[in-house]
């Protein structure tokens, strides 16, 4: 049993993280997160206090950060600024917190030789055309659009150049595009969700043609406690569970299960450098780790994220109509 530094835990992809590791796994956590607008105490509720500890604070402290980090047996990264919309918008705090933030807490993991697992995105690859033969694997070459890409794929540069200068014990891994329940309103299958559930129609950027490699939280979870404990140092591994879904089947799909019709929404201006399409192949996770997703079904996992969404609007209601103020104000 050990103790794992959770950052961003109070987060969509961290607290599911929590979630799936006190219920799968022996360790204790100890979460470390700022509680930014992304962050949300209530998403951690219910949990054993003798197996979580919740910590706020900023991942560029570096005194906090060498505290708990010497306090911990590993570190999962999960902090991050995460959204696309915003670093368009106000590209700064990505800056501060992806990249200060990373290395802040490498410089920690360095100091107490402590294991490191950096998440990361897939979104560091750049995009494919529609009708690419291949998918992203861990050679290919970095090419990020955004400065949320741009900033998650220097941070795994810093952690590259950290493993090999200074002999952190670290791993990385990029994901696809995660859904599941504590995601923010922000994003497009809970802004939708939502949406509907309020009487708004669903907004679809462009002409919806973009795809995402739809994969469930819970797996991205057990990716991580696979490559946390057999992941080789100094590696990279995709995750992904083959799950490539254009928006507009998304959004209708959404409609269809809510009972509306599936043509019930709206066409909105696009994102700016709007990346085409992601699509991950995550061979080396499935053979050298052994690991494999368990909710390859995505309607059914949708199903169960609506719902979710249905029975928790105390927990989204607080954020929707700022969020939807803001998209107001870009046309989106
Ligand atoms: P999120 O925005 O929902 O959560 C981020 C969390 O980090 C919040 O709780 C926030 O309070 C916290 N945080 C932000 N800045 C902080 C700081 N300076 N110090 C301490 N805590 C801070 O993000 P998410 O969608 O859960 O993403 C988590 C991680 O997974 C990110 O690193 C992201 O790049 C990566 N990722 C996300 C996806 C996805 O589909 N959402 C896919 C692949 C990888
Ligand atoms: O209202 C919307 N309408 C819409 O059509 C929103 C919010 C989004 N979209 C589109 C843009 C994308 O093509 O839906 C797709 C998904 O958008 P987001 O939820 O913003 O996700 P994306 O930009 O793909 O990035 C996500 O996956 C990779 C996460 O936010 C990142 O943190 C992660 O790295």
Redesign the pocket.
């Known amino acids: 049993m050990s103790n794992i530094l959770v950052t961003g835990g109070a987060g969509f992809i961290g607290s599911n993280f929590v979630h799936y590791a006190v219920e799968n796994t022996e360790h204790t956590v100890t979460v470390l997160d700022a509680l930014t607008y992304a962050g949300n105490r209530a998403s951690l509720a219910g949990l054993p206090e003798d197996r979580v500890r919740f910590v706020q604070g900023d991942i560029t402290d570096a005194e906090l950060v060498d505290r708990l980090t010497g306090e911990a047996d590993a570190v999962v990264h999960y902090a991050?600024e995460?959204?696309?919309?915003n670093s368009l918008h106000s590209p700064r705090p990505f800056l501060d917190t992806n990249i200060v933030g990373t290395y802040t807490l490498l410089e920690a993991a360095r100091k107490h030789e402590t294991r490191f697992h950096h998440i990361?995105?897939?979104?560091v690859y750049g995009d494919l055309e529609l009708d690419d033969p291949e998918r992203f694997t861990e050679q290919t070459p970095y090419n990020p659009s955004s400065p949320?890409?741009s900033t998650?794929a220097g941070s795994d540069l810093l952690v590259r150049a950290w493993v090999r200068s200074f002999g952190v014990q670290a791993t990385i891994s990029n994901?696809?595009?995660?859904y599941g329940p504590y995601q923010h309103v922000?994003?497009?299958?809970p802004?939708?969700i939502t949406n509907v559930i309020r009487g708004i129609r669903?907004?679809?950027?462009?002409a919806?043609e973009?795809v995402?490699d739809w994969i469930h939280a819970n797996d991205h979870s057990s990716a991580v406690l696979t490559i946390l404990e057999k992941g080789r140092i100094g590696d990279t591994y995709l995750i992904g569970a083959d799950g490539e879904r254009n928006?507009k089947d998304?959004?209708e799909l959404i409609l269809e299960e809510m009972g509306q019709p599936r043509d019930a929404y709206d066409h909105?201006t696009d994102?700016a450098g709007?990346?085409l399409r992601?699509a991950i192949d995550s061979t080396k996770l499935r053979t050298e780790l052994g690991w494999a997703p368990e909710f390859a079904d995505f309607e059914s996992g949708l199903a169960a994220t609506i719902q979710w969404y249905r029975d928790n609007e105390a927990w989204w209601a607080p954020a929707k109509d700022t969020t939807e103020a803001f998209?107001a104000s870009k046309g989106?």
């Not at 995460?82 to 919309?85: E, F, G, K, L, Y």
């Not at 990361?120 to 979104?123: G, K």
């Not at 994901?175 to 995660?178: D, H, P, Y």
């Not at 669903?202 to 462009?206: D, I, R």
């Open positions: 991050a995460s959204h696309n919309d990361s995105t897939d979104e949320y890409s998650k994901c696809s595009n995660n922000e994003k497009f299958i802004r939708q669903p907004k679809l950027y462009g919806g973009n995402r928006n998304v959004v909105v994102r709007h990346d992601y998209y989106q």
